[in-house]
């Protein structure tokens, strides 16, 4: 891998000039003119954050309320490119084991604090102690055996075994960089209001209404995706919790607010056709599909052959295709379509309810009782599948209903169980699944090796359990361990083809599309979102 330098100011400059172009044309087609300053109102379905400090626990909802206030030390353009951001460039030694960073000079946290070499030290040792409980950021900072400070802008990894995903972990906003005074006040005060170097500050929270965000003066540390230098155009941010899906999107169509996220797929294909002049944003997130795991782990899904009868009676196409009105695509693979190295295996997911009930004879399911459930030593064909109501939409667990319908022809008897993120969670943490569908965001293919490895059956500091198929394999271990310690491409995306097959052949995992992320716009121009983990930032942002 070659030494990567910042952008040169004058791509930035064109970009800028490009975005006033585009500006003047829509003014004179008689579109009102954006203004500086004013109000962006964004409305979420997503759960609210338990804690605004991504590095605590991991999930989606911090990833895209911190974006506005966090920034990590490389970003990820479109194509897929590494970029500069808060670190200007990087260079690994020939083995793979040491990396050096340097920093941008004169930067200072929305605190005063400096951003140097000690406060990027302070970050990976608060990911990776086990009282921060975090578990994605944790996970991704894995093989960072010691941070050394050069000096203030120059810091330098040892890593425990190389790591081919180190740049694109460290591009993510479970490892954004934020102020270690912040960090200091401990994890109560900094989950209410972390401090970063990014465009916006955290005002004020205010639980189950909405987090006030307002602009940070001096930003000067501009991502990949910003048409601009200094700070945003917006003077502040009002970030709402609105969970019900029509109430979100009458909001937007009335102009009450400009932006929301989760919309229902009739709603998108009505902006799609030009409805009420709102703009669909549509950025799948990284890393891995939606999919449902079958937990290997704990019967009856512990004989490949009852797993391989589940998925060949599943069938989720109709579904998919009826319910997401084509806004998703099936999936075949383990790996996102925006990731190059996605390979899949159609073939094993061709539905077929006759071999699915042969082989469910014979793994000796042959009994049934007047349900038609099947039955064996007294013990019910049962398959516990928790829903998290705050992350599933409402097409998704419609989805998950017709499975449960198509898994009752042979036999299963689905017991899809609706909760919160939290007894969600507990769920998992307490093996109470057979089926489960658990969304994770990873930057790159690395995302096989937290899902799919056998360490990742052992938990994290906080609990969380990535690996919940439970699929241990040595053989897989080896190909994905391979694979993280591999930095030449060609050869690193063979052994993730090769991880990939083995994975879909085991039958734990039912890909079914895309992790959906689509954004709803009305009244505001320059939304965009992060090459990374699909985040909308505002730094462009400027209301009609």
Same mark, same amino acid.
């Given at each position: ?82 970029? *500069? ?51 994605? =950021? ?14 203030? &802008? ?64 001096? %930003?000067?540390? *501009? ?7 200094? *700070? ?99 999936? %075949? ?91 969600? %969670? ?66 690193? &995306? ?18 079914? %599309? ?8 009305? =009244? ?21």
């Amino acid at each position: 891998m070659s030494r990567h330098s910042a952008r040169p100011l004058s791509l930035i400059a064109l970009a800028a000039a490009g975005a006033l172009a585009l500006s003047s044309c829509s003014a004179d087609a008689g579109d009102a003119a954006p203004q500086e300053g004013g109000t962006l109102i964004y409305a979420t379905g997503d759960a609210e954050p338990t804690c605004l400090d991504p590095h605590v626990g991991g999930n989606y909802p911090q990833a895209l309320i911190s974006t506005q206030y966090l920034e990590p030390l490389v970003g990820r353009d479109a194509s897929g490119q590494i970029q *500069p951001w808060l670190a200007t460039e990087w260079q690994p030694s020939d083995d793979g084991l040491t990396w050096d960073f340097t920093l941008q000079e004169g930067v200072t946290f929305t605190d005063g604090t400096p951003l140097d070499a000690a406060a990027v030290k302070a970050n990976i040792e608060h990911l990776q102690d086990p009282d921060t409980q975090s578990s994605t =950021g944790y996970l991704a900072v894995q093989k960072i055996a010691e941070i050394e400070v050069v000096d203030d &802008t120059h810091v330098r990894f040892h890593l425990s075994s190389p790591d081919s995903a180190l740049l694109e972990s460290l591009s993510q906003q479970w490892t954004a960089i934020q102020s270690p005074a912040g960090i200091e006040r401990g994890m109560e005060e900094n989950c209410q209001a972390p401090i970063g170097t990014g465009p916006f500050i955290v005002e004020g929270w205010t639980p189950q209404q909405q987090v006030d965000l307002v602009r940070n003066d001096d %930003y000067r540390t *501009p991502g990949p995706e910003a048409d601009h230098e200094g *700070p945003a155009h917006l003077e502040r941010i009002e970030w709402r919790f609105i969970p019900d899906a029509a109430t979100r999107n009458a909001a937007l169509t009335s102009g009450e607010v400009h932006v929301i996220d989760n919309p229902l797929p009739a709603d998108i294909v009505a902006a799609e056709n030009g409805g009420d002049g709102i703009e669909h944003i549509d950025a799948p997130r990284p890393g891995a599909v939606n999919r449902i795991e079958l937990n290997s782990g704990q019967a009856p899904f512990d004989d490949a052959r009852v797993r391989e009868a589940f998925i060949r009676v599943a069938d989720p196409n109709p579904g998919v295709e009826s319910l997401f009105r084509g806004v998703a695509t099936r999936s %075949y693979s383990p790996l996102s379509s925006t990731e190059p190295t996605a390979a899949g295996d159609e073939s094993l997911f061709e539905t077929d309810p006759d071999a699915a009930n042969a082989l469910l004879d014979e793994a000796g399911w042959t009994e049934k009782g007047d349900d038609g459930v099947r039955v064996k030593n007294g013990e019910r064909l049962d398959v516990r599948f928790p829903v998290s109501t705050n992350q599933s939409t409402a097409a998704e667990q419609s989805l998950f209903e017709q499975i449960q319908a198509n898994a009752a022809v042979v036999g299963f008897d689905v017991i899809l169980e609706p909760v919160d993120l939290s007894s969600w %969670y507990g769920a998992l943490a307490a093996h109470e699944y057979e089926a489960v569908s658990a969304p994770y965001t990873k930057v790159g293919p690395d995302v096989l090796r937290v899902l799919y490895h056998s360490d990742g059956t052992i938990p994290a500091p906080s609990g969380y359990f990535a690996n919940n198929a439970q699929l241990k394999d040595p053989e897989l271990d080896a190909i994905l361990e391979q694979a993280s310690a591999t930095l030449a491409e060609a050869q690193r &995306t063979k052994l993730y083809a090769e991880a990939q097959q083995r994975i879909l052949e085991s039958y734990t995992v039912l890909p079914l %599309y895309d992790q959906q992320n689509h954004f709803l716009v009305n =009244g505001v121009e320059g939304v965009t979102t992060l090459g990374t983990v699909a985040t909308p930032t505002f730094v462009n942002a400027r209301i009609a």
